[in-house]
C-alpha cells in the first residue's frame, strides 16, 4: 500500500496530499492556483483548461472558437464548456455529430451569454461541414446587402454576423487523420506503465482505503461496516457538502475487478456495479445494434432513460450500484429493473453470493435489503422474449439533467389466444417518485393477467392504479394531484404504445387507436437540433458601436486566466470566514455560546454584534453603525435581539482554513425562543402586515366612482399570484478585505455595487469613506442579485477583518446564498376591473381598476 496518491496535472508529476480523504480534486486545484477542473485520481492524468492553452503561449482551437464566436460574457461558466468540449474530442475515435456535442453540453450551464453563440463555436468540430447549417443565413445575408442601400462598407456583411463557422480552416483545428485537436498534452507515459496500487490514507477528519480485489473489499467492509462505499462520489459528495454531513471511512471501489466487469451471457447483461453510467450506455448500445430487436427492448428502454439521466459529467463518474444501493424513490433506473426482472448480486465476507430480485430489493425510504456487511456486486439483466413490451417514462420540471418528479417502468409480456385476441401473459408495472420508494402496482399487475388488451383493460387498469397509488396530501414533493394524474398518463402511453406495435406485429389485430394517437405513445419525442441565427446591421463610421468585436477579455476567459474574486490569491496570514445565520423565520435570540467552536483545530475567532468596533451594546437599543440597508438602514449587519428571517446573519467565524471555518460555525449554539412567522403573502395580508407609507393600491381612473356609478354591470375580478425568483447568478457571492495601515480597508468584492460597498462598510466599521477601497474587475454574474443584496457579507467580514487585523475572505456555497441573499419578491395581486359608466359595449374597453 502507499499513502502517496500519484498524478499529472497539465503535464507535471504531482502526489496529492496526505490526510485529506474527505477533500476534493475540485479545492486541490484551487488551492495551487488552478480554476478549471477535469475530475480524476490516483494514476490520472488531470487536465485542466489551463493545461490546454492560454493568452501568452496561444490559444487551443477550442478556446479560440469560443473567443471568437462572442460565447464568452460573464465568462464564469466559460472553463467548464471548454473543458466538456475538449473532452469529447479527446475521448471520441473521430469527429463528433452536431448531437452529441449538444448531449455532451447539457450537463453546463450559462446564465448570461445564451448557448446560441456557444454552439456556433463549437459546430466547426462536428463531423457535418458546418457550411451546411448556413445557406439560410448566407441567402438572408445576400439579401440584406441588397437593400441596405446605405452601408457604409459593402464588402462586410450587413445583414448576418461573422461569427466565424463559414470561414473555419477545419485543417488548422482538427487533425485530418484522427478528427481530433492538432495539438493535445500527452498522456504521461510514466502512468501507461504504472500499476495502480492499494490505496490507504488516513487523516484527521477521514480515512480513504481502496482496495484492488474482491477479496479485500469485503474484508474491508467487515471490518468498517459504517464505511462509505464510493465510485464516483456524486451522491456521498453532496450529502458532505450540503447536507453537512461527515463520514470517517471512504472505500473506493473504483479499481475491484469483478465490480467493473460487463458480461454478455446466454439470459442477458450483468453488469458490475462500479460500472460507469456512461460505459453502460455504451455497451447498451452496442448489443443494441448487434443483436435482435426483441432481445433488446430492455437495453433500448435503459438508453433512452439514461439520456436525460443527470448531465454527461455525472454520468461519466457515477456508477450502476452506487444509483441502486443510494434507493432514491425518483432513481430513473430503479422502475425499469424493476420492472424486467433484473435481480442484485449482493456478497459479504464468508457469506457468499445472494441474489435478490429487484423489485424485492428496496424496502423503504433509503433502505436496501443488503446486511451491513454486504456489497453489491453485480446487476443481472434479462433479455427479452418474443412479443414483451417494455416502457420507461419520466416526467421532470425540465427535460434535460433534472430530477423526476415521478417516473415508471412498465413491462407486459402478450400472447395470442385461441380467439385470435392478444391476451396479458405476464405484466410488471412499477413506479417511482410516489411513495417513499420505488413500488410495484400489484392490483393493477393481477388485474391486467390474463386480460385481452382493449380499451375495456385500459379502463380497469387506469382504475386500479388509483388504488395501488396513495399519496398523502402532506407528502414531501407537494404536487399530489399532478403526480397521481401522470401515473394515469404513464399507462395510457405505454397501453397506445403496446396496441401500435402488437399492430405492426398483426396488421389489423389491435387497431384501437387512430394513426393521429401515435405520437402519444412516444416515450421521448425526438428532440431536433438547437439552431439559432442573429442578425444585424453594420453601422456606419468608425464608431465600436454596434460592430460584432469580440469581448475584451475572452481570451482570458477561455483559457482560465481571469480572476474572479475567489480566486484571487491570499496573503499568507489569510483567515477564511463562514457565517452563522438563523434556521427559523422568526424569534428571539435568547443565547448565543460559540464556546465549542473555538475547539475546532485553525479556529481564530467569532464575531457577531456586540464586536462592531466603536459601539457598546445597550440593552433594549440598537447600535448605529449595526444597522445597513440601501435606501433605509432597516437591516442589520449581525441580529442583535431577533431574527426575522431564515438565513440571516447572528455571526462570522474565521479559521485558518475554510474547512475549519465551516466546522466551528457548525458548533456555535443559539438559543431561540420562536415567534409567529408570516410566510406567504397571504398571510401577511390577512395579519395587516404592511410596510407603511407605501401605498398597497394601484389605481386607474376614478376608480371609486367608477365602481360606487352602478350603471355598468359589466366586472371583472380576480387573484394572480407570481413566485419569487432567483437570481442565479453562476458565481455566489464572495468578498474579500484585507486591513491597511492607518485603518484603511481594501476590499475584492463580487458586486454591482461597489460604491455601496466601501460606504456602507465605512458605516459599520467607524471609519471615513475615503479609507475604504472597494475593487470589482469582474463578477460571475449578476441580474441584480448583487446590488444591495451583496453589501452585508461584506459588512459582516469586515468587523472579523478590523477585530483580528488580518485578511478574511468569505464564499457562500450555492445553498447558503439562496437561503441569505433574497429573491425577487413575490407578488399577490387581487384585481378588479369595470367599464366606465361611458363605456358602451361596442366601444373598446375604459376601464377603472
Not at 473543458?83 to 463528433?96: F, I, N, Q, V
Not at 483545530?601 to 456586540?610: D, P, S
Request: hydrophobic share 35%.
Amino acid at each position: 500500500m502507499t499513502s502517496s496518491p500519484l498524478c499529472y496535472i497539465n503535464g507535471k508529476r504531482k502526489f496529492l496530499p496526505q490526510g485529506r480523504a474527505e477533500s476534493t480534486l475540485l479545492q486541490y486545484l484551487r488551492e495551487i492556483g488552478l480554476t478549471g477542473t477535469k475530475l480524476g485520481c490516483d494514476g490520472m492524468h488531470v487536465v485542466t483548461v489551463e493545461g490546454i492553452g492560454n493568452s501568452r503561449d496561444g490559444l487551443h482551437p477550442i478556446q479560440e472558437r469560443l473567443a471568437n464566436s462572442h460565447g464568452s460574457q460573464c465568462g464564469f461558466c466559460t472553463p467548464g464548456f471548454v473543458m466538456s468540449m475538449y473532452s469529447l474530442l479527446r475521448s471520441k475515435a473521430g469527429a463528433p455529430s452536431e448531437q452529441d456535442i449538444q448531449e455532451n453540453l447539457a450537463g453546463n450551464l450559462c446564465r448570461c451569454t445564451g448557448y446560441r453563440p456557444i454552439l456556433d463555436a463549437f459546430r466547426v468540430f462536428a463531423e457535418v461541414p458546418a457550411g451546411a447549417y448556413t445557406e439560410e443565413a448566407i441567402a438572408a445575408h445576400r439579401q440584406g446587402k441588397k437593400d441596405d442601400d446605405n452601408a457604409a462598407d459593402q464588402s462586410q456583411p450587413t445583414g448576418y454576423p461573422d461569427n466565424g463557422t463559414i470561414k473555419m480552416d477545419r485543417s488548422k483545428a482538427i487533425c485530418p487523420s484522427t478528427g481530433r485537436p492538432s495539438v493535445e498534452p500527452i498522456f504521461p507515459p510514466e502512468l501507461r506503465k504504472r500499476s495502480p496500487p492499494e490505496l490507504h490514507l488516513p487523516g484527521p477528519y477521514a480515512t480513504w482505503h481502496r482496495p484492488l480485489t474482491l477479496e479485500r473489499l469485503l474484508m474491508l467492509r467487515e471490518q468498517y461496516p459504517e464505511g462509505k462505499i464510493v465510485v464516483g462520489n456524486t451522491e456521498i459528495g453532496i450529502e458532505m457538502k450540503y447536507g453537512r454531513k461527515t463520514y470517517p471511512i471512504f472505500i473506493a471501489a473504483t479499481h475491484v475487478a469483478e465490480l467493473n466487469s460487463m458480461e454478455v451471457g446466454p439470459e442477458g447483461l450483468t453488469v458490475g456495479a462500479a460500472v460507469t453510467l456512461s460505459r453502460l450506455m455504451r455497451k447498451l448500445k452496442q448489443l443494441v445494434a448487434d443483436r435482435p430487436k426483441h432481445e433488446t427492448r430492455t437495453f433500448q428502454a435503459m438508453g433512452e432513460q439514461m439520456k436525460y439521466f443527470a448531465g454527461n459529467q455525472i454520468r461519466n463518474t457515477a456508477s450502476v450500484g452506487g444509483n441502486i444501493c443510494t434507493a432514491s424513490p425518483i432513481s430513473d433506473l430503479n422502475p425499469i429493473y424493476m420492472s424486467t426482472g433484473s435481480v442484485f448480486n449482493v456478497q459479504g465476507e464468508g457469506t457468499g453470493v445472494r441474489k435478490v430480485a429487484a423489485k424485492n430489493f428496496f424496502l423503504g425510504y433509503r433502505k436496501v435489503d443488503m446486511q451491513p456487511h454486504e456489497v453489491l456486486l453485480n446487476v443481472h439483466i434479462p433479455f427479452t422474449k418474443e412479443h414483451d413490451y417494455i416502457r420507461e417514462y419520466k416526467q421532470a420540471h425540465r427535460r434535460d439533467d433534472d430530477i423526476a418528479i415521478a417516473n415508471a417502468g412498465m413491462r407486459v409480456r402478450m400472447e395470442m389466444s385461441s380467439q385470435g385476441e392478444w391476451v396479458v401473459a405476464e405484466a410488471e408495472v412499477a413506479l417511482g417518485g410516489v411513495a417513499p420508494r420505488t413500488i410495484m402496482a400489484p392490483l393493477t399487475m393481477a388485474g391486467l393477467q390474463g386480460r385481452t388488451w382493449n380499451k375495456d383493460t385500459l379502463h380497469a387498469a387506469i382504475n386500479s392504479l388509483a388504488q395501488d397509488v396513495y399519496i398523502n396530501s402532506q407528502s414531501p414533493g407537494g404536487m399530489v394531484e399532478f403526480r397521481r394524474a401522470m401515473v394515469a398518463s404513464f399507462f395510457f402511453r405505454f397501453f397506445m404504445h403496446v396496441a401500435f406495435e402488437l399492430d405492426a406485429a398483426l396488421p389489423g389485430s389491435c387497431a384501437l387507436f387512430p394513426e393521429t394517437y401515435r405520437s402519444g405513445a412516444i416515450a421521448h419525442p425526438h428532440k431536433p437540433l438547437s439552431i439559432g441565427m442573429q442578425y444585424f446591421s453594420k453601422v456606419p463610421g468608425d464608431s465600436v458601436i454596434g460592430q460584432p468585436f469580440r469581448h475584451a477579455a475572452a481570451h482570458v476567459q477561455v483559457t482560465g486566466e481571469a480572476q474572479y474574486t475567489d480566486d484571487i490569491p491570499l496573503p499568507a496570514n489569510a483567515l477564511h470566514a463562514a457565517l452563522v445565520y438563523s434556521d427559523r423565520p422568526h424569534a428571539k435570540l435568547l443565547s448565543i455560546d460559540p464556546s465549542a467552536a473555538y475547539e475546532v483545530e485553525g479556529m481564530e475567532g467569532f464575531f457577531c454584534a456586540k464586536d462592531v468596533p466603536g459601539h457598546d451594546i445597550v440593552p433594549g437599543t440598537i447600535p448605529g453603525t449595526n444597522q445597513m440597508g440601501s435606501v433605509m438602514h432597516d437591516e442589520e449587519v449581525f441580529a442583535l435581539d431577533e431574527v426575522k428571517c431564515v438565513g440571516q446573519v447572528i455571526g462570522v467565524v474565521v479559521a485558518d482554513t475554510e474547512q475549519h471555518a465551516r466546522m466551528a460555525a457548525q458548533r456555535v449554539k443559539i438559543g431561540y425562543e420562536d415567534l409567529p412567522s408570516l410566510i406567504s403573502c397571504e398571510d401577511a395580508i390577512k395579519a395587516n402586515s404592511y410596510f407603511e407609507g407605501w401605498g398597497h393600491r394601484l389605481d386607474y381612473g376614478d376608480v371609486d366612482a367608477c365602481f360606487a356609478s352602478g350603471e355598468c354591470d359589466q366586472m371583472v375580478e380576480g387573484t394572480a399570484r407570481i413566485g419569487g425568483q432567483e437570481h442565479f447568478y453562476l458565481e455566489p457571492h464572495c468578498s474579500i478585505v484585507i486591513p491597511q495601515e492607518n485603518s484603511e480597508i481594501c476590499i475584492y468584492a463580487s458586486t454591482q455595487a461597489p460604491n455601496h460597498h466601501m460606504e456602507t462598510v465605512a458605516e459599520v466599521l467607524g471609519i471615513p469613506s475615503h479609507k475604504v477601497v472597494c475593487h470589482v474587475k469582474r463578477i460571475g454574474g449578476g441580474f441584480g442579485g448583487k446590488e444591495s443584496r451583496s453589501v452585508f457579507t461584506n459588512a459582516a467580514i469586515a468587523v472579523a477583518a478590523y477585530r483580528t487585523r488580518r485578511p478574511v475572505r468569505l464564499v457562500l456555497d450555492r445553498a447558503e446564498d439562496m437561503q441569505m441573499t433574497g429573491h425577487r419578491h413575490a407578488f399577490f395581486i387581487k384585481y378588479k376591473v369595470r367599464p366606465s359608466p361611458s363605456c358602451a359595449s361596442s366601444q373598446p374597453l375604459q376601464c377603472c381598476a
